[in-house]
């Protein structure tokens, strides 16, 4: 039997921009544009999704007179993740019939 | 990169490649707090122990608030101004290590200034020491490492000098735990 694919996270940018934040400790919008590649606009769309979903929080303030907005991945979301890679892996490696 | 749907191995691999884009190289300027900490530490020792050995007076003494006076604030310009957009759990546990070793360090000169008579240059030069020590080994950076060491060993000249010249042996120590190696990182960051 194979796990359902999350399908919040099985979808380019949001999986790019997950796994970012699942191995830093927090990423600004400026640090994710630049990994991913991704248009401001798309990326905007994708972070808030993923921010509805409670998987990552996200804090806009100020750095000097610029806006800043600071991304982490929630425990929710960290739970979403290592369940989305298991599934993965069971597509990848399905259990062998006896 | 786009709102496309991947299939399984492409999944797997884009979080590999995300991962390892994450991992932190050694950049530019990452030498900077051993640089201002240190260079602060050698001006401000040499001046306390020209005063000191000129005039005798124990209130040149307080000259020592200088280091935090002048390095606080460059420090806090810096970090301001090289903002880099990300966070690693290394910048988390290097940042608590030197919190920690700050306030101790604060609190025991203190101690040492205001009420008791400690050997105060060997206990600061072994809690640097450590501080650079425990840094080196968390972003993997040996000369670092190495430094802490060194001044961890070095620390205990300070035992064995006499008088206003244990501050030379102090400022001494700090050029090769602080100062050398701080060098060696920005020369390493900008290959």
Not at chain 1, 41 to 60: M, T
Not at chain 2, 148 to 169: E, K, N, R, W
């Amino acid at each position: 039997m194979f796990a359902s694919l999350d399908p919040l996270l099985h979808s380019e940018l949001r999986l790019a921009v997950m796994s970012i934040l699942i191995s830093v400790e927090e990423a600004d919008f400026v640090y994710l544009r630049e990994k991913t590649g991704a248009t401001a606009g798309n990326l905007s769309v994708q972070i808030d999704k993923l921010n509805e979903a409670g998987y990552i929080e996200v804090e806009r303030g100020f750095s000097g007179k610029r806006t800043r907005t600071v991304c982490r991945v929630t425990r929710k979301g960290m739970h979403a993740f290592k369940q989305y890679v298991e599934a993965l892996q069971s597509y990848l490696n399905p259990p062998k019939e006896e | 990169m786009e709102e496309r749907q991947l299939n399984e191995k492409e999944s797997l691999e884009l979080i590999a490649r995300m991962i390892q884009n994450t991992q932190q190289k050694l950049e530019k300027g990452n030498g900077m707090p051993f640089l201002v900490w240190g260079y602060t530490t050698i001006v401000v020792s040499l001046l306390v122990w020209y005063f000191l050995s000129r005039t005798g007076d124990y209130r040149m003494h307080y000259l020592w608030f200088l280091i935090p006076l002048v390095a606080g604030p460059v420090m806090f310009f810096l970090v301001r101004k090289d903002e880099k957009g990300v966070k690693t759990y290394i910048d988390r546990v290097v940042g608590y290590v030197w919190t920690v070793i700050g306030l101790t360090g604060f609190m025991i000169s203190m101690v040492a200034i205001f009420f008791w008579n400690l050997p105060i240059l060997f206990i600061i030069i072994l809690l640097m020491g450590s501080g650079t020590a425990i840094t080196g080994l968390v972003i993997r950076f040996t000369p670092i490492a190495v430094a802490g060491f060194v001044g961890i060993v070095l620390s205990l000249a300070c035992l064995f000098t006499q008088g206003v010249d244990q501050i030379l042996v102090f400022a001494a120590v700090f050029l090769m735990m602080m100062v050398v190696p701080g060098h060696i990182l920005n020369a390493k960051g900008r290959k």
